[in-house]
């Protein structure tokens, strides 16, 4: 579409490392802009100014510790929200610049928390090779590419950009590890619900209370909304105030979460919605599938609720 | 109003008891026709059917023992909805055909229950007299107008009705008891809010169980509805199913009150609104004040999550 | 045994209703003294006193509407329990002092709660009959054996003490209603548990919220304890404070209830213990099997998770 | 005392980071033997394997990314202990070889985190600089140490270790962040209860559902245990199992959180006890005061409730 700009999207950079592998499965980012940023502040800081539309960054799990950064940023400044998500499995590959038996690796290049995951694998199959130390997945793949060191644990994206010989294939020691990452924009109306999506909220509670806690969940329970994820975080502006950060099953635009959502804002100090956005299914497990809602507790059932409080309030005999 | 029938009343009889008191405390009832009925089945039959207009029944408390026939009727057949509630303090008096000195008294009777009310006074006053059954606070007031007995324990309207003089008054040994009654007709749309109300509900819950209560009460907690009343009932018509009577705060028409309706036409196996009336206020004591919402529980609250939601929902930063 | 004297039983009188009937089902009340009292604060005022071991007295539903009083009276002055319950069917009988054909019943008498239990059968079979109200159960069955009346509705036990021919059998509306009687003593420990027993509760809470309410059945269900019974009544005592009258299974020498009562002694204004008995099962129906216990909360669950934490206090790795 | 051997302690490496300072505020380790691991894995093994007597590692927080893979390792293998906590502030320093004016500092050595969490202050202070990442803390130390940085960013141990001279002091943008770390140990019996204590549990349930979490939350509850902290791990060893790590006000030799421990194991798929420990005071801030007990919920009230539990057993009229 001639005069369209192209998006632009920022991630977390540098080049080479998962966030760019999960921003290149988003088919609009394969034909925008991609910068990365140097951080997730700086992404965030991005989307925030207007320089860029959407930004890429890790929001949960094992590669990165980049978490509660997101998750702080989130929490505050100007509001952002997500509207996708990506989860990708965390694949670690051993490479080199040229087939080599393992036998003969001495040095493995590897971020900390890279080799903290392949740990198990290392000790197996490499129990004499000295591991050093490398700022990012990247880094590792590059000094392997320049022959600093024998080999390198990177990510499959490393592995093509720097033209690498994969020795060893997914030796992560857990073999489901993922990394789920946001897509964060600008306030706007969410996309149409799918049937099976996610809310993300940050709930401020006065104090570290179980009744406030439990309050919170049961205005989701109530509304037969599940979650799958609750993180606490201490706020750094208020003393005595924790931050929640809730991921739902359901959309803004339903009644049953609607619902549930002015029930967290009428008792929570704070509630900030961090967007509604269709669940990434990555694999076909059972562990995937949606979990089937309450009796009760469906959309429909909703509806039919809603018939009825309307047939009492015109006085007919319900 | 030529040519505007008069409202046609029937309540639970005979004449000169409590509930014919409680019927002429109702101006509209001063001025239509006021029918007694045999039993509380009987004065409902006759609003189910047509041939009255409404029907006042006790619903609740200490004289007469119907409350549960009247629970029982309001929970099963065609469906009847309160529309005004009527408290009246059981005030039992002493009385006689003429003046009669305490020391005098040897005979008094009393319908069974009025007895067992009065009975640490009659102790105390009347330790010699014997206490004769009869069958309602009426036939007392009958039986010491026609002289066969020295006294009567009866309820004020006997006394006027009768031409009694009152021996003693205030002689029950609770001051404070009431009874409350209902006033029933067919379905109809509910008078506007008062800011006072309460809504009566039946309610069937699966089985004895406490987590099927605890669903019930959690739906009425979480938007800031109270209970003043709760009575369980076994059902005659399905093993195992449990009716519970409650009556809430708040009035249908109200959106905090119709989102906890909605909830429990979700959850329970059947609801059955009884109606949203004005409370009764009997007295000025502090006992009687409305409990003020809970913090964040207001309508105002409501109406503010509600437009924050919409905020939301349109992409707006909240 | 010589020198050991007959236990003295108190119970609803007069003779010749439901409640001697209840009371003759209990094997000891067989061979010990039988004394009908006047009411039941008479009753119960015996046993306090000490001039009779135990009370029969009507606790619950149907028939007399007798349950207020009892209520009431259990929850104040000093304390008694229940050490054993009976349940025994409402069976009306239509007699006569001699066969007679339905078609020539004029007059029946009838205690009006009877009649508003049978009415239904009386409209179908006797819609001509003229209903006289009498004021037990028992004067019914004497007027008729008197000749007063040509029939009367009454108890089994009316039938047999006044030698009258049954009419019709079984002739209530609802088949299945029962009422249900408490034996009541001085406190004294409870007998053992028999795996199948009920514990009485009457509970304070200082105001009419259901968050009291709330926390009440929380306790209870977090130790896996249901409810079989729930009544709120307001107290005469103190305004705004009402009791809650509760039948939970379970038994005061089990753990679970154990830590459940202590729950509710922590957070109610004041619970009174009313006994713990083996509950009374009049029939076979699956209705009346006692609920299993919820997934981890059996007797057993409760021994196992206190194995648990003194392995874990003991610094055992559990 | 002669013979007995140093106590043996292992830590997240390398030298000079946050963790060595966080453990030489503990007086024991200060006089036993200090060794740095690669990673909290290792250092956790060392425990279990019996090589040292006890592990100190990063548990909560900003610095160093490492809470995942603490917690992962906690909540399986073979079971460890928190024995103590230290909560340590996050001091960042800006330190240089020699005394520098800030407008001569051109190059900066700084972790990634320690960049991201002082990138305000640099923006303000250091506008033109460049930040060179390196791989620890302490590397940036040994970098600006060795000149080839004009300055660095580092703990205060970095500063001390190394001869550095400090330029600017406190530079964090958040300025209360702290760093939690625990002492793990083989399980062994706890210290005594010293009044605020906290207890750490993971706790494993069996499906992602707000009803599970929600009874998790309502036994701690019902105990008056408050929460501190709550965080959700998806476990690698189940698919759809969470594991939920908790910190709980409490110790687990008192009667309240032996009950709640006790509630949580029937209702889990399993809980894993992580230790009782004195609370950390870090600072005399309100919002580090112990909350008070709940109404009704201390010590001294679970004494009470067991007291009178006691009597009615006994039989004896509470």
Redo the contacts between chains.
């Keep these: 579409m001639p005069g369209t700009p192209p998006t632009r999207f920022v991630y977390l950079g540098p080049e080479g490392t998962f966030t760019e592998q999960a921003l290149r499965t988003i088919p609009a980012a394969e034909h925008g802009i991609r910068t990365p940023a140097r951080?997730?502040?700086?992404a965030l800081e991005a989307v925030r100014a207007g320089e860029a539309d959407a930004a890429l960054v890790p929001l949960e799990?094992?590669v990165?510790?980049?978490?509660?950064?997101t998750l702080d940023e989130l929490a505050i400044g100007?509001?952002l929200v997500i509207t996708r998500e990506v989860v990708l499995p965390v694949e670690f590959r051993l490479a080199s610049a040229r087939p080599t038996p393992l036998a003969q690796i001495r040095t493995v290049a590897a971020h900390?928390?890279a080799?903290?995951q392949c740990?198990n694998w290392l000790l197996a199959n490499l129990p004499d090779a000295v591991v050093v130390?490398?700022?990012s997945n990247a880094a590792a793949a590059i000094s392997a590419a320049a022959g600093e060191h024998d080999a390198a644990i990177c990510a499959p994206i490393g592995v093509s950009r720097h033209g690498l010989t994969v020795l060893a294939d997914k030796i992560a020691d857990?073999?489901?590890?993922v990394t789920r990452f946001a897509l964060l924009s600008r306030?706007?109306?969410?996309a149409a619900p799918t049937g099976d999506d996610v809310t993300s909220l940050a709930v401020s509670i006065r104090?570290?209370?179980?009744?406030a806690?439990?309050?919170v969940?049961?205005?989701?329970?109530?509304r037969g909304?599940?979650?799958?994820?609750?993180?606490?975080r201490p706020t750094?502006e208020q003393?005595?105030t924790y931050v929640?950060f809730l991921d739902c099953t359901g959309h803004?635009?339903e009644a049953r979460l609607?619902?549930a959502?002015?029930?967290l804002?009428?008792?929570c100090a704070d509630v900030?919605?961090l967007g509604s956005y269709a669940r990434h299914r990555w694999s076909k497990?059972?562990?995937e599938e949606p979990?089937p809602a309450?009796?009760?507790?469906s959309n429909a059932?909703?509806a039919?609720?809603?018939a009825?409080?309307a047939r009492?309030?015109?006085?007919?005999?319900?």
């Design positions: 951080s997730v502040p700086e799990n094992s990165g510790g980049a978490v509660s950064v100007s509001p900390p928390q080799y903290a740990r130390d490398v700022l857990r073999a489901d590890a306030p706007a109306p969410p104090h570290d209370q179980v009744g806690l439990l309050a969940l049961t205005e989701l329970a109530v909304i599940n979650l799958s994820r609750i993180e606490s750094g003393l005595g929640f803004v635009a609607g619902e959502l002015q029930g804002r009428r008792i900030r919605f497990a059972a562990a979990l309450a009796a009760g507790l059932d909703f039919d609720s809603a009825w409080l009492i309030r015109a006085g007919e005999s319900s």
